[in-house]
């Protein structure tokens, strides 16, 4: 059975970076910056032995999982 998955994504409306268990629509926490959402979202992962999809907020790759 498959881990928890937590993804950090870039809100559109306004510009704030969220943190989001996979599956579900409701945002967990917002941040101002991407490096304030990777610091709570590596702890949170790490507490509970979940992985981590980071998506591109720029470019051809917006929307898409940059890094796992």
Partial sequence: ?????YHVVKRKEDNKWTVKLEGSDKVIKLFDTKD???????????????SIAVHASKGVNKGRIQSK
């Fill in 1 to 5: 059975m498959p881990g928890k998955k």
């Fill in 36 to 50: 304030e959402a990777m610091v709570y979202v590596k702890q949170l992962a790490s507490n509970q032995g979940a």
